[in-house]
């Protein structure tokens, strides 16, 4: 038989894509395979468009809707307006309604004094470390369709998530973790679609982590002995690499080789991500976390800053699911609930950023798909309100301790500086020191970007 | 009629809107008469209006009444109500009597309660307006005032829908006399400038227009942005996508103005910095004194002819010229050609100055030609076959022993799944399961194990319904394979606001890419920018699925499926419609008294709620009852002709509520632009699938023969085979493809007949591995010097596991174990999500939409929301932790090796079964060797680590097929 090497430029080009996708390769593997092709990796860290503080991302997205006016939104005229009927503006909320007071006080936090809500005393104490935005618009009131938006800039169909984008932008910093996970311990609303790479490349997905015995699925060993797994594989490797001879060292077999190797070994190593045994009992307390604990968001929170601080680009941190979040239509009350979940852990993040310095190149987003309505649904709820809501930015160049953008009285409609979520894209990826107009991606035909053909820097977020 | 008045009407409304009055000038027309068309008798600004069955109104059109539409804008309660209850139809004729003999101005109400609609306006059967958009759901207009003189003291108000639609008129004003009708304003743009106008317009307008908006809005503009051209007269007064920016005279009302001001952060112009506010001011001066403009050039005509799609050049690309019949290369390589398919492949080597490679061996040969055709491995006793059979037509007698498999359908029907985005699932937010849609799977199966004629699968799968008149058997095979349509993905989870446009472009963007290799829903919003399909031509292909009905999968706010085709008899056909029509109502009836109920109890309290409770128990047991009731007869998720045939508006931008010119359905215009004949009172859908079907389309051969390839050669002769246009590649062998789709069409369509030809060519038949040579100069193999070694994919590597494990089910498939109907609740927080267990071959796992399954996934199965024309083939980590920790893998690796142990006693003989079985050859010395010691060191750590001795052998064997699994040899076929 006929038998060289083929060193054909697309195929090794595309192994090296799929072995660094969704790979938790060994140091120095990546480094090893490209010197044998000129073809650069597609995961290295890349040059941004241009020089920028924010080198990784932790994406909080808050399931369900977070209510703007009982949380960071004051509005003083709707305490008063308790009662009263009229109708507002946006989508379910497009109807005669009573309005409904806000049922937690605000108080003043930090040096900068924004209020926020006794929903959440301890993120209250990081405000001078937030950078507030109070009128987010988004498109659609739809569970579904705004989740998908917040994250792919498109409302109805499948695009690639902010964090694939931001992985096929600028790479990875470390070849050992994939450059995208996704912590999400339910199911979020529109599925998986929210974490995709869809077009892009594979190696941009979203690597999904569940709290729990086994975080990536098939992770842990099956066979009782790693001796006779071991045994296994030295022979499948010994029959590979006679294989491989008899084909000259074809470089996508030479590929699916290494990639065994790797499995073998993140079988141990990835587990040291999750291990938390040496996390001092003073960081857990941080997160509100008991030792041993991997429920509510304190788990999250905590390994998501491991993950960012061993060079993982994004971190999407799931609070919530489909089934269980902050979607209060019967009755605002349970929002307590799912604050005391977030609040702590969240904030303990802030402060263990910035006591580790990390602040300073990390930015954080906590964002949720929609605001309610100030008008009642059910006997004490709130509806879907997609004419406004309040995410906030911190971290690297970010402005902190402002807030921007604000509603009118009743937290209805946007009353000045609209950031609409291609904007708060925009905004982001210039963080990164990415152009949302330059970071585009062929496919189908037409060059597609994360913020369609919309989206404004907003300038005044900037530090 | 003046294009004044359609303008000014939308700006009255706005005027109601904002609850201005503006001042009128001079004094008042004089009111005469109102009437509340479908109402009763009410007031409205005071004044006295007569409901609908007062003396002397005679109406003609059908009677509707939502009080619960929200009306945009919102308007004041009386006005509300005479808005809402309304006549509506196609053809709607009001007469008005009573009236006196004098020159009347009559102003009409009309809105829209659901859909945008398009009609005309008459007066005394004459035209006044056409073309009037209604606008999104809510949308109201005042229309008006137009001067007509009444007949016989009668003015006759009509509304028309040439082809599409219809109107709802609410309510008629009649007035008369020289004054204004308080709250609509008569105004147009100047016609004759004065002296002053035209000073004022050179010196305040043109400048600012020049150097602020022409970048964006002229004809000498990069790109034209929204539509508007604001270099010229006609440019102004036009407008653009959405709609006139200039309401003369009322610079309130006007879009340009109000978007220059920065009030509406959605629309702001210029869009970086604001006008200076003096030239703001200039520029309401200008649109209160009328527009005056003096430019003559009509630039919007200009533009539209510079950017007309030259549909010369445009068919002068290589995949829109007709088929080539080029000679078959002459052969220089003595008899090296098995068929004149190789001359070609071996004249483009010859010029490249490359050998081709050594015939593959025989037994790598079967075990490529099992995979290729039935996607699994060769047993040992057909390869032991194969080896055996000397003759010359040995190899031909494998294909042809394949191409007989049932298993053959199964994987070459599994391709054409991908193309079609296939799933058992709706796509919608709560990815609702359908039952019904794997017959739809099966038909493809089916069809390929009979080597249904490539035209007549086209025909069936758009037109199946539309085929079976008349036909004697093989009706009820048509309707399902119908459900290639029905599969378009849905969306959302409201029912009012339901975004069918989605779905048709889901439709027709999978008809582009499956059967034309097109990017055809490119043009859904602007002209394609690349190929030459207009979007007109996009709204003409949109017709055809407006005019079809699809069923209904149930989505969040009505659960229940409706609109499934019965499957009968013809004779049966009627009544079953007719009966499936009553279970859907009935269904839905129940379903939404339940939800009456449940509403209710929102309302109650305490010890009121709890008869309503058990009232919602009864109602719910009654549902739940009737929708468990088989009916006697099973249903198809499949189409049907919709009661109405209508050609589609075009939808300007893309947007359903912003209608344009209609566009009559037609097939593309680059491929010949053929009518629906109007006497074809159908959907039209068979007229489209026999273009798509004709052998003169020049890109239907040819793109299906470029899928076969492509399976074949893990390659398409054009390597994007679902974009044959300018953003596709070109050809790497022409000349071969056009000969290919020449003789695929010879062969009456044989997708089989085209395997002999592509299999039992030299080329085919090459070992793997290109030459020193060959590596050096043909780096990517385009000119397959010898045959390119590739992955198993997905569904070949499961089942080949299975077939090792002895697991695989042949058995029929059936059906997927969905819950009951009745059970049905998903929603958007608790969407259908499921994995299914099975042993049936992997075309057979039920796959969703939304939740990708978790084996597909890994191992890159097809997109099931996007057509997937080629597979990638990644090599990751996560593959080889599945395979190594998987339960799947090491439940087949246990039963594998229970059949090694049981079916050869000798630890030789063992490894040989293993190795044929799993790799299709013997094993080498040296391979035993090792594999030999390999089993020694399992033994005794297996022993050392405690292992019952009654399943020592097992377990060492399962260690050993663990590792055989793992090998590239396994996954690889060369």
């Known amino acids: ?83 009263k009927t009229m109708g507002v503006g946006g989508g379910l909320s497009n109807q005669q309604r009573r309005l409904l007071r806000p049922g937690w ?117 099956r066979t009782r002995q790693s001796s006779v797994q071991e045994l296994e594989l030295g022979l499948a490797g010994a029959l590979n690499q006679r294989h491989l001879q008899a084909r000259g060292q074809d470089s996508e077999l030479a590929a699916r080789i290494r990639t065994f190797e790797t499995a073998f070994h993140m079988q141990t190593e990835a587990r040291d991500v999750f291990d938390l045994t040496k996390e001092s009992d003073e960081t857990l307390a941080l997160y509100g976390m008991k030792r041993g604990q991997t429920d509510g968001f304190g788990w999250p929170c905590l390994i998501g800053r491991r993950l960012v601080e061993r060079g993982v680009r994004f971190v999407e941190l799931v609070d919530g699911s489909s089934s269980h979040n902050w979607d209060q239509h019967g009755d605002m009350a349970e929002h307590a609930k799912h604050a005391k979940n977030l609040d702590q852990p969240v904030a303990g993040l802030l402060k263990d950023l ?41 971290g690297a160049g970010v402005k902190a301790g402002t807030s921007y953008g604000s509603t009118d009285d009743i937290g209805a409609a946007v009353a000045e500086n609209r950031v609409h979520v291609h904007d708060f894209h925009a905004t982001i990826l210039h963080l990164l020191g990415m152009d949302h107009e330059t970071l585009t991606f062929r496919h189908g035909g037409r060059d597609y970007r994360l913020t369609d053909v919309h989206g404004n820097v907003i300038e005044a977020l900037l530090a | 009629m003046s294009r004044s008045n359609i303008t000014l009407s939308g700006l009255s409304a706005s005027l109601l809107a904002l609850g201005l009055a503006p001042d009128v000038l001079g004094a008042d027309a004089v009111f005469l008469r109102a009437v509340n068309l479908n109402g009763p008798a009410l007031q409205i600004d005071g004044r006295q209006w007569d409901g609908t069955n007062s003396a002397n109104l005679l109406i003609s059109g059908k009677l509707f009444e939502n009080q619960s539409v929200a009306l945009k804008p919102a308007t004041d309660p009386d006005r509300a109500r005479m808005i809402r209850s309304s006549v509506w ?60 003189t009444p007949k016989e003291g009668t003015v006759k108000v009509s509304a028309r829908t040439p082809s599409h639609g219809a109107a709802n008129l609410s309510g008629i004003e009649i007035w008369t006399g020289d004054g204004a009708i308080p709250g609509v304003i008569s105004e147009s743009f100047v016609t004759e400038l ?81 006008l200076p506010d003096s030239a703001i001011a200039d520029l309401e001066a200008w649109v209160r004194m009328g527009a005056p403009d003096p430019r003559t050039e009509n630039t919007v005509a200009t533009a539209a002819a510079k950017n007309a799609i030259d549909w010369k050049k445009g068919r002068e690309w290589w995949s829109f010229r007709p088929l080539n019949r080029s000679a078959v290369p002459a052969e220089r390589l003595g008899h090296w050609p098995m068929n004149d398919l190789d001359c070609f492949i071996l004249a483009r080597l010859e010029k490249a100055g490359l050998k081709p490679a050594d015939d593959a061996e025989k037994q790598v040969l079967i075990r490529r030609a099992t995979f290729d055709l039935i996607g699994l491995p060769p047993t040992p006793a057909e390869i032991d076959a194969f080896l055996g059979d000397t003759a010359s037509t040995a190899f031909a007698r494998v294909v042809d022993r394949l191409l007989a498999s049932p298993h053959y359908g199964e994987r070459w029907g599994r391709h054409w799944l991908d193309v079609v985005r296939y799933a058992d699932t709706a796509g919608d937010n709560s990815d609702f399961p359908i039952p019904q849609i794997r017959r739809y799977r099966d038909w493809v199966i089916c069809a390929f194990n009979r080597d249904l004629p490539y035209d007549q699968f086209i025909r069936e799968q758009l037109a199946g319904d539309l085929l079976t008149a008349g036909a004697a058997d093989g009706t009820q095979e048509r309707i399902i394979a119908t459900g290639y349509i029905a599969n378009a993905r849905r969306f959302g989870s409201r029912v ?20 034309l290799g097109l990017t055809v829903s490119c043009a859904r919003c602007h002209d394609h920018k690349f190929d030459p399909i207009p979007t007109a031509d996009y709204y003409a292909l949109y017709g055809f699925f407006q005019s079809t009905r699809y069923p209904w999968p149930g989505i969040e706010l009505e659960q229940q499926s409706r609109d499934l085709v019965p499957l009968v008899e013809s004779a049966r056909r009627a009544d079953a419609e007719a009966a499936c029509k009553a279970y859907d109502t009935e269904k839905r009836r129940l379903e939404k008294e339940v939800q009456k109920l449940k509403d209710s109890l929102k309302e109650k309290i305490g010890d009121e709620k709890k008869p309503i409770e058990s009232r919602i128990k009864d109602a719910q047991k009654s549902s739940k009852d009737f929708i468990a009731q088989p009916l006697p007869f099973e249903l198809a998720y499949a189409v049907a002709e919709a009661g109405k045939a209508v050609n589609a508006a075009i939808q300007i931008k893309g947007d359903p509520a912003k209608l344009g010119e209609i566009a009559d359905r037609r097939f593309l215009t680059v491929l010949g632009g053929q009518q629906l004949p109007t006497s074809d009172p159908t959907s039209g859908r068979l007229h489209l699938a026999d273009q798509i079907a004709n052998p003169g389309n020049p890109l239907t051969a040819r793109v299906m023969v470029n899928r076969i390839w492509l399976h074949h050669f893990g390659r398409g002769l054009v390597p994007t085979p679902n974009d044959f246009g300018k953003q596709g590649k070109l050809p790497t062998h022409p000349e071969l493809l056009d000969w290919l789709a020449n003789r695929f069409i010879e062969s009456g369509w044989s997708i089989k007949a085209m395997h002999r030809t592509l299999m039992l060519s030299r080329t085919y038949q090459l070992a793997s591995g290109p030459g020193d040579e060959a590596a050096a100069r043909d780096p990517n193999n385009e000119l397959l010097s ?138 080498e010395r040296a391979e035993i060797e090792q594999c030999r010691s390999f089993l020694t060191s399992a033994h005794t750590r297996l022993t050392e680590s405690g292992t019952a001795p009654d399943q020592l052998e097992i377990e060492v064997w399962q260690s050993m097929v663990r590792a055989i699994l793992r090998l590239n040899e396994f996954v690889y076929m060369d």
Not at chain 1, 361 to 387: I, Q, Y
Not at chain 2, 91 to 118: R, T
């Open chain 1, 354 to 394: 910035k006591q580790r310095g990390m602040l300073d190149d990390t930015l954080v987003v906590w964002t949720t798909e929609f605001g309610r309505t100030p008008g009642v649904d059910g006997e004490k709820g709130r509806g879907h309100h997609s004419a406004c809501y309040s995410s906030w930015l911190a």
């Open chain 2, 194 to 274: 004065t002296v002053d106008q035209t000073a004022f317009f050179e010196k305040k307008i043109r400048p600012v227009l020049v150097e602020h908006c022409y970048e964006c809005h002229s004809s000498t503009a990069k790109k034209i942005k929204g539509g508007l051209m604001l270099d010229s007269r006609a440019g102004v007064i036009k407008g653009g996508d959405n709609g006139p920016v200039i309401s003369p005279g009322q610079p309130e009302a006007s879009l340009l103005i109000q978007s220059i001001r920065h009030g509406d952060p959605a629309l702001t112009m210029p869009p970086k910095k604001k």
């Open chain 2, 786 to 923: 010898s045959f390119p070694r590739r992955r198993l994919d997905a569904e070949s590597l499961r089942d080949a596991m299975l077939v090792l494990g002895g697991n695989l089910d042949t058995s029929p498939a059936g059906e997927h174990p969905f819950p009951p109907q009745w059970e049905w609740k998903f929603t958007q927080h608790n969407p259908f999500k499921a994995v299914y267990d099975s042993k049936r071959r992997s075309v057979y796992l039920m796959t969703q939409r939304i939740q990708r399954h978790p084996y597909l996934a890994i191992f890159d199965g097809a997109d099931p929301s996007a057509s997937t024309a080629v597979r990638t083939s990644s090599t990751t980590p996560l593959q080889a932790l599945f395979l190594l920790n998987d339960p799947f893998v090491h439940e087949q690796s246990r039963e594998f090796a229970k059949r090694i142990v049981a079916t050869v006693q000798d630890e030789s003989g063992q490894l040989q079964f293993a190795y044929r079985s799993a790799l299709g050859r013997k094993a």
């Open chain 2, 496 to 515: 009012d606001d339901y975004p069918q446009h989605l779905t048709i472009d889901d439709t027709i963007d999978n008809v582009g890419r499956a059967f």
């Open chain 1, 105 to 221: 006080e605000f108080k003043p936090g930090g040096k900068c004094g924004a209020l926020v809500s006794d929903l959440f005393p301890h993120l209250r104490d990081c405000m001078d470390d937030i950078c507030l935005i109070k009128s987010m618009k988004s498109d659609d009131n739809e569970h579904y369709q705004a989740t998908l938006g917040i994250h792919t800039g498109s409302f109805f169909f499948s695009r690639p998530s902010i964090g694939s984008w931001i992985s096929y932008g600028l790479g990875t910093m470390n070849q050992n973790l994939p450059s995208f996970v996704a912590i999400s311990a339910g199911s979020p609303y529109a599925g998986t679609q929210i974490f995709n790479n869809d077009f892009l490349p594979a190696y941009h997905q979203g690597v999904r982590v569940v709290p729990g015995k086994e975080p990536i699925a098939n992770l842990d060993r």
């Open chain 2, 89 to 148: 139809g196609s053809k709607v004729d009001v007469s008005v009597g009573g009236l006196p003999s004098v020159e009347c101005l009559v102003v009409v109400y009309v809105w829209e309660d659901n859909h945008s609609e398009q009609f005309d306006l008459l007066l005394n059967d004459s035209y006044v307006v056409e073309k009037i958009h209604s606008g999104a759901a809510g949308s109201w207009k005042r229309l008006g005032p137009w001067r007509v």
């Open chain 1, 1 to 83: 038989m006929n038998t060289r090497p083929s060193p054909s430029p697309v195929s090794r080009r595309e192994v090296i894509r799929s072995l660094v996708g969704s790979s938790l390769l060994l140091p120095g593997l990546v480094s090893n395979l490209l010197a044998e092709t000129d073809v650069a990796d597609p995961l290295a860290p890349k040059a941004s468009h241009f020089p920028a503080k924010a080198k990784r991302v932790l994406f909080i997205f808050s399931n369900g809707g977070v209510s703007h006016m009982d949380t960071f939104d004051f509005k003083p005229k709707l305490f008063v307006a308790d009662g």
